[in-house]
């Protein structure tokens, strides 16, 4: 028998449209901590020392800032939004 590997959406979150549509159906849902957790996965698929490099935020407080429970800081979603070139919108 053959072992399964883990899923990890990460690895699939190379286009930025993946990327738009994982985002808008998290935002659908309205869970923030599925949202905090989004980010995390679509910054995990950049690079955290990528993004870390970008937002001149320590890699390490960026594990922590997106971690399951956390309560990020809007501005610090905002900075790493802003590195992973996604842009929030709001439609009436």
């Known amino acids: 028998m053959s072992e399964l590997r883990d899923f990890d959406i990460a690895n699939y979150l190379d286009d930025k449209e993946v990327v738009a549509e994982y985002l808008t159906q998290i935002l659908e849902d309205g869970d923030t901590e ?19 490099k970008e937002t001149k935020l320590n890699r390490e407080s960026l594990y922590k800032t997106f971690k399951k ?14 590195a992973l070139d996604v842009k929030l919108v709001a439609v009436a």
């Open 34 to 52: 599925e949202l905090i957790s989004a980010i995390n996965d679509i910054a995990r698929a950049k690079g955290i020392s990528s993004i870390a």
């Open 69 to 82: 429970g956390s309560k990020p800081r809007f501005d610090t979603v905002l900075k790493v939004l802003n």
